[in-house]
């Protein structure tokens, strides 16, 4: 991964070093600089349109519009006004000229989230303009030439839609020319006390408060969490802790999620980049370390030394559990 790339993605707000990022951002890397359509699989809070962002501000349209679109959240009936625009007098309530998502991102990049929320005769229209390049605003007879990259996202299986007959499949070829998935936090664990720390500095400047400090306990309980919602119910428990905190120090107890681990001393837990002394004269990267040796170990031997079974224990993949024990030289 490139310097630029790194220094973009900080910049964008995808905060982490894990293998399972790193290897999403060699994708990146490799998509960016193109016009090709690029599919981003990923539960919901992963942050999908960070990635897009991060892919049209390290391609050639970085200077143009990028103009993201919530495909659930548009009414049935208004999505091809919202989309292709339309022409004052055209229907009732068209009381003057409106541009449609596709002119707004003229040059630029047009970013389909939940594209699995498009009701089929949506598609049709969807997939023509991508292959045409044109539009036609409602009331209008002329068609409008456009210049929109296509990136889309979605926590549903697409091809699996496709086989239920609710997606189309020739429009999942068009958008799916290239296939990205973007981790769960709980595949990336490692990457939690800088998010975090991350998510504190933008969230105190929002209340215009003073950062407040995790304490190492806290970080125990955020690393041994589940997170259905991933960096959004992260963002979400850190918001609320930063309201119930006391003596600027966030401890377990604040962040109000259950710690299905052993609970360890409440000493203070500082901020990842300063690399200051958590726990036993240790850096914090050791520390992490320390964690992580020890639960792979019991999850092997919970798994009697099944490394597959050993990963789902842990709630990562197996390349991941790999790359674990390569990395902390686990034989």
Excluded: W
Aim: proline letters at 4%.
């Amino acid at each position: 991964m490139n310097k630029h790339l790194n220094q973009l993605k900080e910049k964008i707000g995808i905060i982490g070093q894990s293998q399972s990022m790193y290897d999403v951002l060699e994708i990146v890397d490799t998509a960016a600089p193109t016009n090709i359509s690029v599919l981003i699989y990923g539960e919901s809070g992963t942050g999908k349109e960070l990635v897009a962002k991060l892919i049209h501000h390290k391609g050639p349209r970085a200077d143009s519009p990028f103009v993201p679109v919530n495909c659930g959240a548009i009414p049935s009936e208004l999505m091809e006004s919202e989309f292709f625009g339309h022409k004052k007098g055209s229907f009732t309530g068209a009381i003057h000229d409106k541009k449609g998502l596709f002119q707004l991102a003229e040059n630029g990049t047009l970013f389909l989230d939940e594209i699995a929320e498009l009701p089929l005769h949506m598609q049709v229209k969807l997939l023509r303009a991508i292959q045409e390049k044109t539009i036609r605003p409602i009331g209008s007879d002329k068609e409008i030439t456009i210049n929109v990259r296509i990136l889309s996202a979605s926590h549903r299986n697409l091809l699996e839609l496709v086989e239920q007959d609710l997606f189309r499949q020739d429009l999942f070829y068009r958008i799916n020319v290239i296939e990205l998935k973007v981790p769960s936090l709980k595949e990336r664990i490692e990457d939690i006390p800088r998010i975090a720390d991350y998510l504190l500095i933008q969230l105190a400047g929002l209340h215009a408060v003073e950062k407040p400090q995790l304490t190492s306990n806290a970080l125990k309980t955020l690393m041994a969490y589940n997170f259905p919602g991933n960096i959004r119910e992260l963002e979400n428990i850190l918001e609320r802790a930063i309201t119930l905190c006391a003596d600027k120090q966030i401890r377990s107890q604040d962040l109000n999620i259950i710690q299905p681990s052993s609970q360890a001393s409440d000493t203070q837990f500082s901020s990842p980049e300063s690399q200051l002394k958590a726990r036993n004269n240790q850096t914090l990267d050791e520390y992490l370390e320390e964690i992580e040796t020890t639960e792979i170990h019991k999850a092997l031997e919970q798994a009697q030394g099944n490394k597959t079974q050993a990963a789902k224990l842990l709630g990562i993949s197996f390349r991941a559990m790999r790359y674990k024990l390569k990395k902390l030289n686990i034989d």
